[in-house]
T-cell receptor, first 115, second 110 residues
Framework: GAGVSQSPSNKVTEKGKDVELRCDPI?????LYWYRQSLGQGLEFLIY????????KSGLPSDRFSAERTGGSVSTLTIQRTQQEDSAVYLC?????????????FGPGTRLTVL | GNSVTQMEGPVTLSEEAFLTINCTYT??????LFWYVQYPGEGLQLLLK?????DKGSNKGFEATYRKETTSFHLEKGSVQVSDSAVYFC?????????FGTGTSLTVIP
């Protein structure tokens, strides 16, 4: 069956521009997660959704980052006024139910390069 | 705060050697613990998990035991294969957050 998909797979942008990253979770999965993986770093947790609700947004690196999820399905991560330090691979994952014990299924990621 | 520390890589082993990748954690409460694996050219996938103290997670010959007394979740395999070459990530779930280690790269040579 279809896994988690993310688009675009690669995004190159200029410093100061806004970007929008999209995640399509596995159908029926209620929890959705966003992570960032910078070169040589582990995965940095950004935010998760249970349904359309994000209980805790404190993992977002700055107020330039925002995320939303609509219809309990697709999610978008928006980065405003991008900076070079935002360059990373942004990973999305989804899980069937309980966000803290269920298996997360990861997408292939979006590689963001800010020039 | 919560955190995960795993052994630095890269690790290179010969086929059929014994593997241990150390993982220790700091957490409040009772987190769930996970090992995820990323094979070359593929996305992250769950390898095994344990949701409470003394639980043992196992999959594909890999095992890890949730040790609360030593705050550890070391990954072991008795006999590695070339196909086990990958990057392994230890992770824990905290309150509304998830924490991943920096990953340990394993290369198994024939």
């Amino acid at each position: 069956g279809a896994g988690v998909s993310q688009s675009p797979s690669n995004k190159v942008t200029e410093k100061g521009k806004d970007v929008e990253l999209r995640c399509d979770p596995i159908s029926g999965h209620t929890a959705l997660y966003w992570y960032r993986q910078s070169l040589g770093q582990g995965l940095e947790f950004l935010i998760y959704f249970q349904g359309n609700s994000a209980p805790d947004k404190s993992g977002l690196p700055s107020d330039r980052f925002s995320a939303e999820r609509t219809g309990g399905s697709v999610s978008t991560l928006t980065i405003q006024r991008t900076q070079q330090e935002d360059s990373a691979v942004y990973l999305c994952a989804s899980s069937l139910g309980n966000a803290f014990t269920d298996t997360q299924y990861f997408g292939p990621g979006t590689r963001l390069t800010v020039l | 705060g919560n955190s995960v520390t795993q052994m630095e890589g890269p690790v290179t082993l010969s086929e059929e050697a014994f593997l241990t990748i150390n993982c220790t954690y700091t957490a409040t409460g009772y987190p769930s613990l996970f090992w995820y694996v990323q094979y070359p050219g593929e996305g992250l996938q769950l390898l095994l998990k344990a949701t409470k103290a003394d639980d043992k997670g196992s999959n594909k010959g890999f095992e890890a035991t949730y040790r609360k007394e030593t705050t550890s979740f070391h990954l072991e395999k008795g006999s590695v294969q070339v196909s086990d070459s990958a990057v392994y990530f230890c992770a824990l779930s905290g309150f509304n957050q998830f924490y991943f280690g920096t990953g340990t790269s394993l290369t198994v040579i024939p």
